[in-house]
């Protein structure tokens, strides 16, 4: 991927049944690596981009993936 996590980047690895995610990355004292694995539902991811073989999302958005919030697009209604 030729990404330096030394350099602040996030490393997220997610199993195949998209069940299990751990995430790489470094602070002030050194490595940490965050685990969860979900009981029951997958997570739900962006979409791949082939140009650099990566996935990119915000903070923000990760944050809600983690925290399995599902967020959808609303249909407006027009009167």
Known sequence: MYKDVRGGEVFIFINRQQNIMKILHMEYAGMVIYHKK???GRFRLPDYDPGTGSMTIKWSDLILIVQSV?????KLKTY
């Open 38 to 40: 979900l009981d029951s």
């Open 70 to 74: 599902n967020v959808r697009k609303q």
